[in-house]
């Protein structure tokens, strides 16, 4: 799955699902090794990187920030896998669901969906509250809020709440050079 | 003192006889990790980690609650052992709530640390969000059972060193939980002493002080062996 090293550029992309966007702001931190990064790959797709809306083919890396908790997000995960070579689950919410996961322990976890939009917009509401209505402009919740790997195939794991820039360098620079980095050890592994 | 003298992953290791199959592996520095296990403590073998092999044996053996004997060929770290500590740890988080990122026991966790250890980088196991409560009925700790992963080291602290016996399991299998007294909210048992050993000891961030919020609980595990030294052998650690 690790693409060969490449005459081109690499084409690298980088996913907002549900997450807090603390990944990718741990991403931004990399600093002066993202002009390195930007010598190497293409951006073609972040919500940090691009203005693109539509997910491209044939893209190489791809980092995929939070949980599957919408259906929007079940669409993009569905696709990027599609059109992806490796995908790395970036993150604690990918790879765990993480604090996204919480509201799977409402309801016995059968439609957590419901239970969190009743809590959130009828019980804690004033006399006017009423639950969000706008299909196709709001996403539906899924029942359950899941890892990115109970979802599609993921190639790489990447730990961490955010995981470091120091972190993700190191996930990232084998790559660059088509090895696959060594997963082990406090700095590659630890959640939270 | 009698010795018995053993093999572990190839290395002659002489331990004094009664010395478990731990304190042997030890003695080999083979690093065999555990959770439940805590000096001064007796051990109980509920976090299966430090399960070893044992030529001539059929069953993997817990190497904190088996004695070492003369002439055991012991192995510690084969691909077999490796793989079942992984899915170990992984079962343990896929079977609570563990949410790193906001528990009060982050960067200072056991359960943690043994999942970097083990070289988990995901769970294989789908996550059970089993539904379970908080005790914040004592006035100065906090019972989260979301955290608890049954080691048991508070029963055995409060039992043996505090002499208190405030905690026991309830329940069997899934259902399993500490309870304190008669499975009474904690703070209306009379026993408790309030001297936080079972907080101390916690290694994740099932048992807290109220005062702690996220990443800020500060174990003292060292407590235990501590104390059952200087009272049976009137040594302090500092002597």
Redesign the interface.
């Known amino acids: 799955m690790i693409p060969t090293p490449p005459a081109a550029k690499l084409r690298l992309a980088t996913v907002w699902l549900a997450g807090c966007s603390g990944c990718h702001m741990s991403f931004l931190d990399l600093d002066e090794f993202l002009f390195d990064l930007a010598e190497k790959v293409d951006v073609v797709f972040s919500p940090v990187g691009t203005d693109v809306k539509i997910y491209p083919e044939n893209v190489d890396i791809a980092l995929v920030e939070g949980a599957v908790a919408n259906v929007d997000n079940l669409e993009l995960a569905l696709q990027l896998r599609q059109r992806t070579a490796l995908v790395i689950?970036f993150g604690?919410c990918a790879?765990?669901?993480?604090?996204p996961?919480?509201r799977?322990?409402l309801d016995?976890?059968h439609d957590s969906a419901r239970a969190v939009l009743e809590r959130g917009y009828l019980e804690l509401a004033d006399a006017t509250g009423q639950l969000p209505f706008a299909p196709g402009i709001v996403p539906e919740l899924l029942p359950k809020v899941l890892?990115l790997?109970?979802v599609i195939p993921?190639d790489l794991?990447l730990?961490g709440?955010p995981p470091s820039a120091e972190r993700i360098r190191e996930a990232i620079t084998p790559l660059l050079a088509g090895e696959r980095p060594v997963?082990?050890?406090?700095a590659m592994?630890?959640?939270? | 003192m009698s010795v018995v003298t053993l093999t572990v992953n190839g290395q002659d290791v002489a331990v004094p006889a009664g010395a478990s199959l731990l304190e042997a592996t030890r003695a080999a520095e083979a690093n065999v990790p555990t959770l439940c296990h805590l000096e001064g403590l007796t051990p109980v073998s509920a976090c299966r980690l430090c399960l070893v092999e044992v030529e001539g044996s059929s069953k993997l053996l817990p190497a904190c609650s088996t004695a070492a004997a003369e002439g055991m060929v012991v192995h510690t770290h084969t691909p077999r052992l490796r793989e079942y500590r992984r899915m170990t740890v992984e079962l343990i988080f896929a079977e609570g709530n563990h949410v790193c990122a906001v528990c009060v026991a982050n960067t200072h966790c056991e359960l943690q640390d043994m999942a970097v250890t083990v070289g988990m980088d995901h769970s294989r196991f789908p996550y059970q969000y089993p539904q379970r409560l908080v005790d914040a009925t004592h006035p100065q700790f906090t019972l989260d059972h979301n955290r608890c992963i049954l080691c048991t080291r508070c029963v055995r602290v409060c039992d043996e060193i505090e002499g208190a016996h405030v905690w026991d399991i309830g329940s069997r299998g899934g259902q399993c939980h500490i309870v304190a007294g008669l499975d009474e909210p904690w703070g209306q048992v009379q026993a408790c002493t309030s001297c936080g050993k079972c907080v101390d000891v916690c290694p994740t961030g099932a048992l807290f002080r109220n005062s702690d919020t996220t990443a800020e609980k500060q174990p003292n595990t060292t407590l235990p062996a501590l104390l059952r030294t200087a009272r049976e052998q009137r040594r302090w650690h500092n002597q």
């Open positions: 689950s604690d790879v765990t669901a993480n604090v996961g919480l799977n322990l016995g976890g890892p790997h109970e993921v794991y730990p709440c997963q082990e050890g406090s592994l630890r959640f939270g």
